[in-house]
């Protein structure tokens, strides 16, 4: 079994079609793997599918089929929600601080707040998780921390 933790900038080519989202949705579709979202995850998809609706990149039926496939993820397991807890926003905290000030690197709250789930959730289940990311930024971010790689493997789907 592998466990899979999507962050939002990769869990959206689940929902839409694209060049991204054939490995998406191979991963996210196999049964053998356990596959967790952050809690915060809930809010961003909708954010990232009414981004993509304005950019003209979806229509408003796919927005709505999407959203629906996504709470339908959650109903049936598919998808297992990471609650919030208060040691993930201290080493999301611990994060920001870290790397955007002593490695001088851009890292906003929310991807700060996933990449610390994604930790917790290795740290607790005692394995390696596999954080699935499209973000450049993140990935970079974390691929130049030595903690956060010791504990999990990353998953980079953008181009």
Known sequence: ???YFFDTSALKFRYVSGPRARGVRRVSSDARNTCYVAELTILEI??????????NRIALPDVRRA???????IQSGRLKVWPTRRK???????L???????LGRSIDASDALIAAASVECALEMKTKVTLCLEDRRLHSTIKALPAYRAVLRLYYIGR
Do not use: C, E, I, P
């Open 67 to 73: 959203d629906l496939a996504f709470w339908g993820d």
């Open 96 to 102: 920001l601080l870290y790397a955007g000030v002593q």
């Open 46 to 55: 909708a954010n990232a599918l009414g981004s993509m609706y304005r950019d």
């Open 88 to 94: 993930d926003m201290m080493r999301a905290r611990h």
């Open 1 to 3: 079994m592998s466990v």
